[in-house]
């Protein structure tokens, strides 16, 4: 997501590596879901995720310090709802050593270790994000090395993991980090990950913020465990309206999503074009953010993620919504409740199972 602000104990069988280092409308009703069988481009798919991003955590300058500390329970609460996968921002930049090594911080790594192995005790596709490392983005050439260096400290330590931890290699390209720039840098972190973890699915953000009109401009080394991923936050005037950390979003307080003809043929145009190029180069393709903020209109909240997520799964595109427990909510971490009526429009409930 763009620019935003955005205790554990358990073992697992394959941990012996670790110190090798130092996320109720009253009256409005759900329809209920029919699979819509009419003709659309499919994807090319070997994976079907229904996730949720658990962001504002791990993710922040320090932990804790955006409001969200992860209780390990979270991960069979989310389970449980239906999801069958998490993706964790991790940033692993602000907690590292200097160069030439580049070395994260051991405790950090324990504590991003200990909330990966609850994900995966708990029965969830794992997906560990390397998030809002902004110097790269601004200054490529001087820390590509320590991406590569994180990167290659990383798939060490969990490549003897099950296959359902996935590696996400870098949260929203963009600025310096152009096209031709960024096909050269997530070839070179691909190849790093490869010389220790030869098997591992990786994920690759499309330039501009993850854009999914820029999923074309990627150059790919391989295809091999590869998936391709793009956020979706359109129309962003809706999606951000009153976002404290977008200029100008106070403006769009107010606007709403009727879900008209010309509002749905916007996303099924885009949702097209990202299923023709994954089915075309072979590569599947996963809608790796995509939410409302809190503050939008409800009615219209739930009907556009509704919308959005059965045309995303028409299309065989696989999705992770943002998020848990902070701004976009679908969960209160105080009350320990999920807004059920727009859950509902993530999972209906005779999809669930």
């Known amino acids: 997501m763009n620019t935003r602000r955005k205790r554990f104990r358990i073992g697992f069988l394959f941990l012996p590596i670790l110190f090798m280092l130092n996320g109720c ?24 995720i229904r996730g949720i991003n658990v962001g504002n955590a791990l993710d922040a300058p320090e932990p804790g310090q955006w409001g969200v500390m992860i209780d390990p329970e979270y991960f069979h609460v989310i389970k449980q709802a239906g999801f069958n996968a998490v993706r964790l921002p991790v940033r692993f930049s602000a907690h590292t050593g200097g160069n030439p090594s580049y070395i994260i911080d051991k405790d950090f ?3 991003v270790n200990d909330l990966i192995n609850h994900g995966l005790n708990a029965g969830l596709i794992v997906i ?23 990167w290659d400290q990383i798939s060490r330590v969990y490549s003897a993991y099950p296959d359902n931890l996935y590696y996400e290699i870098l949260n929203e390209p963009s600025r310096e980090l152009t096209r031709d720039r960024w096909n050269d840098l997530a070839a070179r972190v691909i190849s790093v990950i490869r010389k220790n973890d030869t098997h591992r699915k990786i994920i690759v953000d499309s330039v501009d913020f993850s854009n999914i ?22 129309p962003f005037e809706f999606t951000h309206q009153g976002a404290d950390w977008v200029r100008g ?26 299923a023709e190029w994954s089915n075309r180069n072979q590569i599947p393709v996963l809608m790796g953010e995509f939410g409302t903020i809190e503050k939008a209109d409800r009615a219209s909240r739930i009907r556009w993620t509704e919308f ?17 427990c902070s701004n976009f909510s679908l969960y209160s971490c105080d009350t320990r409740k999920w807004d059920e009526t727009l859950l509902g429009a993530l999972i209906p409930k005779n999809t669930s199972k």
Do not use: C
């Open 25 to 48: 409308l009253a009256g409005f009703e759900m329809e209920e879901f029919v699979p819509n069988t009419m003709d659309v481009p499919k994807a090319y798919s070997e994976l079907s």
């Open 109 to 111: 790594f324990a504590m």
């Open 128 to 150: 560990l994000d390397l998030h809002h490392f902004d110097e790269v983005m601004n200054e490529p050439i001087d820390y590509e090395e320590k991406l590569l260096a994180m």
């Open 213 to 234: 009109n820029t999923i074309q401009t990627l150059t790919l080394p391989e295809k091999r465990n590869l998936i391709v991923t793009f956020h979706y936050y359109e």
């Open 249 to 274: 979003s106070n403006q769009w307080l107010g606007n709403i999503w009727i879900g008209t003809a010309e509002e749905k043929k916007q996303i099924e145009n885009e949702l097209n074009q990202a």
């Open 308 to 324: 959005l997520a059965r045309e995303a799964e028409k299309r065989q595109i696989s999705w992770v919504y943002w998020q848990f």
